[in-house]
């Protein structure tokens, strides 16, 4: 069987392609690299695989992955696929209770990790640390032929945040991510890019685009984590063209100022933005740094994967802030709070792509009887059918009888030219039950309007039961492990700046 033909999701990479083309650029927390081919990499996920299999782990099993982005996990997670076993990517930043249920949760019968982060793996749990003599015994160089999963043969389990509770283990087969994969290789062309790669790959976003580049036979520059000037240095010094980051990312790189004026950005084509939802303001600040480039506004969801919209099959340009029309290979509909049909309700998504289901959560229920997977995400669809993102069900909250989306109350303040960001959450009101209040980030080089011109600037655009009513400025956003805005955080400060805590 062909590398093109493998049912196996590790077996992305084409081995009738330049084998000494290079694959990855590893950036290490000093910014020095090293280069990596495609032969390299296949050769050293092979072994991996056989390593593995030798030391008696069978198909079917979990084996854990938990560090920062490296060449080593990239190859540990297609050894881990290619042996039919179930990669688990941990997100690091939760708190040790967290790691320690996943890894329990998970079954994961060995954790291979870096040195830093060795520390976090729980007593009692196998593990193999990056760069250490056990590490480099465990592969076994040589031939291998992938194990060839069935249909719903799980490949990853990934864990949700867990912002509202113990977070859930998504599975994810190898079908649904190769058909991601392929459907993603037709529409997105990456042969001629060199892609940036600096979101933790434990998150569907960066997860499924090192699939993607290594597919498509594309180099990568590999970051360990998100730091903003390592950001702009990166794209300046490996000229870098296309990017993918989620919104708050670029928008603390926007405020090195001294670092992108230093730093010749003319390489970048496309910007992709992904796993939160972009703002006038956002894209007018991207534009104006990167004329040149493409800004790509998208979707996905954990459970449904990154192939949701895509552009208009009459050719209709995407309006700014709409995340594009419905994928020709992905069937969805809006659903209103009555279970109707609508023009803005919740997104519900039928693909080849969705998840399986839940790892040991029998009474999640998140597909409908015919199939749709109910993502919780408000969307507005035009008349053209360009889809437009509103907000999280679980974000909306009630004001005095009116339903209250921060989203759409953020895009507002973010259109006054003094503001960088803004964020809304609810706090508790005697008389309208919970209200909305904002933190907001300045823009440099801008005179900060004080809280009452903002206020004002709210009442003059919103409706009054969406204006919010203290606004503080603070330097900036706090971000949770998946580097979107973490509204608990906000929250808390919120009602310990207003003496509720």
């Not at 291998?144 to 977070?167: H, I, K, M, N, Q």
């Not at 870098?240 to 990312?249: F, I, K, R």
């Not at 009116?402 to 006054?416: A, C, D, S, T, W």
Request: proline share 7%; aromatic share 6%; glycine share 8%.
């Amino acid at each position: 069987m062909s590398d093109s033909e493998s049912r196996n999701l590790g077996r992305v990479i084409a081995r009738q392609a330049d084998r000494d083309s290079i694959a990855l650029i590893g950036v290490n927390a000093g910014q020095q690299d090293t280069l990596h081919s495609f032969g390299e990499i296949d050769d050293r996920a092979d072994a991996l695989a056989r390593g593995l299999l030798a030391r008696g782990y069978a198909p079917g099993e979990r084996i854990a992955l938990l560090g920062v982005n490296s060449v080593d996990y990239v190859v540990c997670l297609l050894g881990i696929l290619r042996a039919g076993l179930v990669a688990v990517p941990v997100n690091f930043k939760l708190p040790q209770d967290l790691i320690g249920y996943i890894l329990a949760d998970s079954g994961a019968r060995l954790i291979l990790c870096d040195a830093e982060r060795s520390a976090r793996v729980p007593a009692g749990v196998p593990a193999c640390v990056f760069g250490t003599p056990d590490f480099a015994a465990l592969p076994n160089p040589g031939p291998f032929t992938a194990v060839e999963p069935e249909a719903r043969d799980v490949a990853f389990l990934l864990y949700t945040s867990g912002s509202t509770g113990r977070p859930k283990g998504v599975l994810l087969s190898h079908a649904s991510h190769l058909w991601v994969v392929r459907t993603r290789q037709q529409a997105t062309p990456l042969e001629r890019e060199r892609v940036l790669i600096a979101a933790p790959l434990y998150h569907m976003n960066a997860l499924a685009l090192i699939l993607l580049t290594l597919a498509s036979h594309a180099p990568a520059v590999l970051l360990p984590q998100f730091d903003a000037r390592a950001y702009v240095a990166a794209i300046g010094r490996y000229r870098c063209t296309w990017l993918t980051a989620v919104p708050p990312m670029i928008a603390m790189m926007l405020r090195e100022q001294q670092a992108l004026a230093s730093t010749d950005l003319g390489s970048v084509r496309v910007v992709r933005m992904g796993s939160a939802p972009v703002s006038a303001s956002l894209l007018e600040q991207i534009r104006d740094l990167l004329p040149n480039a493409r800004v790509l506004n998208a979707y996905g969801t954990t459970e449904g994967g990154p192939v949701v919209f895509g552009p208009h099959p009459a050719g209709l340009p995407t309006p700014p802030l709409a995340v594009g029309h419905a994928h020709p290979a992905v069937r969805l509909r809006l659903v209103d709070e009555q279970g109707r049909e609508a023009d803005e309700g919740v997104l519900q998504i039928r693909s080849p792509g969705l998840m399986l289901g839940y790892h040991r959560r029998p009474g999640l229920a998140p597909f409908t009887d015919d199939g749709y997977y109910v993502t919780g995400d408000i969307f507005q669809r035009d008349a053209d059918g360009f889809h437009t993102f509103v907000g999280r069900r679980d974000d909306m909250f009630v004001s005095g009888g009116e339903n209250l989306y921060p989203g759409e109350i953020e895009k507002v303040l973010e259109r006054h030219a003094a503001v960088h960001q803004a964020s809304v959450v609810p706090v508790p009101d005697d008389v309208k039950g919970t209200k909305p209040v904002a933190f907001v980030v300045a823009r440099a080089g801008v005179p900060a309007p004080s809280e009452q011109e903002l206020r004002a600037f709210a009442l003059a655009n919103l409706a009054a039961y969406q204006h919010p009513r203290r606004i503080w400025f603070i330097d900036s956003l706090p971000l949770a492990a998946t580097q979107k805005i973490d509204r608990r955080v906000l929250t808390d400060e919120a009602l310990r700046r207003l003496g509720k805590d």
